[in-house]
């Protein structure tokens, strides 16, 4: 397949190379920008040739957040260069240190058979500020939750938002059941922002999904709201009926009832990470409380 024929336009200075993650492509006066390059063995050949396909060359690897599917090629694309990397600064430790990266996904250090992806560290030249402009037209735009500091891109021009993983597609959402984030509450807010710039005309790039816009697009924040609220009213009604419940039970009943996925030791450690930010949502509204016994930490539902 020719090059090009990868790529769709979806601006005057905007394209998108799908994928999962899709990756975005957008011009600026010091060249192309690439964010999120992705991960794959042969996806950083990809890119550099549909750039060198629209007569450009690359300035800048621009990362929504710290996760490696999405950072992995960096390293190559970069390689031998003096490349700008950016991403927000509560990323950077993501990006910059499999340890923290660890702990942030599996909610503790793990052997890196057990991450099962490349081992890929980068180091960031340039930290983002929510809601500036880094190169002119391009915002960064706060949608944490994800991870914390997960940031989405508005290319203003074109209308085009960048919500990579703030938003899942519904095929990602109806195999995972358990929307992996950091902080599940936070990106219920984030999807709310998105809405926003979809009423206001923006289409939207998730990270994996097709791209929306208008009424689709408005579905698929939607149907990621509900998503989310339906883990929160399966964790409190399994703490209120079978608890007082620990966290590692809670996690394989949930990846059992909640999802398609292959219950495996991974992915009850990435839903335990998204389950206890959801533990700690019920535990501010007062809802469950903590308790002790003689061999782990449980939760109850306040009497």
């Not at 995972?176 to 922002?193: H, M, Q, T, V, Y």
């Not at 790039?205 to 399966?234: C, S």
């Amino acid at each position: 397949m020719h090059m090009m024929e990868r790529l769709r336009k979806l601006g005057e200075r905007t394209w998108i190379l799908p994928g999962s993650p899709n990756t975005t492509i957008v011009e600026s006066d010091e060249g192309f920008i690439v964010i999120d390059p992705g991960i794959g063995g042969n996806r950083d050949r990809i890119i550099e040739n549909s750039i060198k396909e629209l007569q450009g060359e690359i300035s800048a690897i621009v990362l929504t957040h710290g996760h490696t599917d999405h950072l992995a090629v960096a390293q190559e694309l970069i390689k031998g260069s003096k490349k700008r990397i950016f991403a927000h600064r509560l990323c950077v430790g993501l990006i910059e240190s499999l340890e923290l990266r660890f702990n942030v996904v599996y909610g503790g250090v793990v052997g890196k058979r057990f991450a099962s992806m490349p081992s890929v560290i980068l180091k960031v030249t340039d930290f983002i500020e929510w809601n500036e402009e880094i190169y002119p037209g391009i915002r960064a735009i706060d949608l944490h939750g994800h991870t914390p500091g997960h940031t989405g891109f508005a290319i203003e021009d074109d209308e085009i938002l960048v919500a990579a993983d703030s938003i899942l597609g519904e095929k990602v959402l109806r195999r995972f059941g358990i929307p992996f984030a950091s902080d599940l509450r936070s990106w219920i807010n984030s999807l709310e922002k998105l809405r926003e710039y979809v009423e206001d005309g923006y289409k939207v790039v998730p990270g994996h999904g097709p791209i929306a816009e208008k009424k689709r697009a408005i579905a698929m924040i939607e149907k990621n709201i509900f998503t989310v609220k339906k883990v929160y009213d399966y964790v409190y009604d399994i703490i209120s009926k079978k608890g007082p419940i620990d966290l590692e039970r809670l996690a394989v009943l949930a990846t059992k009832e909640l999802s398609e996925a292959q219950l495996s030791p991974r992915q009850i450690y990435l839903n335990r990470t998204a389950l206890a930010s959801v533990i700690g949502w019920l535990q501010e509204e007062r809802k469950i409380e903590a308790i002790v016994n003689d061999e782990r930490v449980m939760f109850k539902a306040h009497d």
